[in-house]
């Protein structure tokens, strides 16, 4: 693999020869260089990861290395930065309230807050945002239906409430993520008035994919989610309605560090042709066939390009 230095190094040796203009044109194609794509560790993220990996490979020249499931937020951003990897898949909700610079105010509307960090992600972080998808995977509470029976929690300000009014003998479940991200538990419990007593709660990390059975099961009352999961109709799950609107927007694109972009110009059209096609019923059903019904996340998604006409 050429990486950017030695690529500037090898055009500014063969200047005198004259093939300088082929080399750099030959990058703009994206021939003869690799681009590493990276995910974090769940379905839906695989899925994006996947489908980024499948369109370059079909729509470019370039060697595409897998570097799907490298771990949260925090390091997929660092190693896009870093240009360790070129690519992955980030929600504009995530990229507004958590990573640098993180904003406190929530934007609602999912077109301006997309045109709020694609205006300014260029200058502030060297990175590119890509076209969104239109499917709004954000967060959401969870509740066994028999403790929503039970005590009468429909809302999260209902939940706040009975949290307040000294019910905290139940368990509530999480990953460790969404336990300290500020559009998460913590911000989540100060903008609903009861951060002063949520350390009082039973609170559990366990994996994001885990939750829902847990819940389900019973074993615990409320837990963390996501609203494209599968696994909330699976298991009979009662989604505590938002009625403060906490919850950011949740649409993902295609984050591309930019000196990548810059040295392999194709990558631009081949990633922001997947996104228009994701409507959140398209990416629930995708979710279920690997979540559920245990089919490959690369196949699936290599699938649905072929269906979308993307490849």
């Known amino acids: 693999m050429l990486d950017q230095l030695s690529r500037r190094d090898m055009i500014k040796s063969v200047a005198s020869t004259g093939v300088a203009g082929v080399l750099a044109g030959c990058a703009g194609m994206g021939g003869g260089g690799s681009v590493k794509v990276s995910s974090k560790q769940f379905t839906e993220q695989e899925l994006l990861g996947y489908m980024a990996l499948e369109s370059l490979k ?30 992955y898949w980030e929600y504009t909700g995530t990229a507004w309230s958590t990573l640098p610079p993180s904003h406190d105010k929530v934007i609602t509307d999912p ?12 200058d502030q972080q060297g990175l ?10 954000t967060y959401v509470l969870t509740a066994n239906p028999d403790w929503v029976k039970k005590t009468g929690v429909e809302t999260i300000s209902d939940l706040a409430k009975y949290i307040n009014d000294g019910n905290t003998d139940f368990t509530v479940v999480m990953n460790a993520e969404f ?31 885990l939750t829902y059975q847990v819940v389900g099961e019973g074993e615990a009352a409320v837990g963390m989610g996501f609203n494209t999961n599968p696994k909330i109709p699976k298991f009979n799950l009662k989604v505590l309605k938002d009625d403060q609107g906490f919850f950011p927007v949740y649409n993902p694109a295609p984050i591309v560090n930019q000196k990548a972009l810059d040295n392999h110009p194709a990558m631009k059209s081949a990633l922001n042709k997947i996104g228009p096609n994701l409507t959140t019923d398209k990416i629930r059903k995708l979710n279920q066939k690997v979540s559920l019904e245990g089919k490959d996340a690369n196949k699936v998604a290599k699938q649905f390009l072929k269906d979308a006409g993307v490849i």
């Open 128 to 137: 590119e945002y890509l076209k969104r998808a239109p499917f709004n995977n």
């Open 58 to 87: 079909a729509n470019t020249d370039l060697t595409v290395k897998d570097e799907i499931g490298l771990g949260g937020t925090t390091t997929n951003f660092k190693a896009l930065k870093e240009g360790q990897v070129d690519v």
């Open 111 to 122: 077109k301006k807050l997309y045109n709020k960090l694609d205006e300014n992600w260029d």
């Open 179 to 209: 336990q300290s991200r500020q559009d998460g538990w913590p911000g989540l419990a100060k903008h609903y008035g009861f951060a002063g007593v949520r350390k009082k709660l039973n609170v559990k990390n366990i994996g994001s994919g």
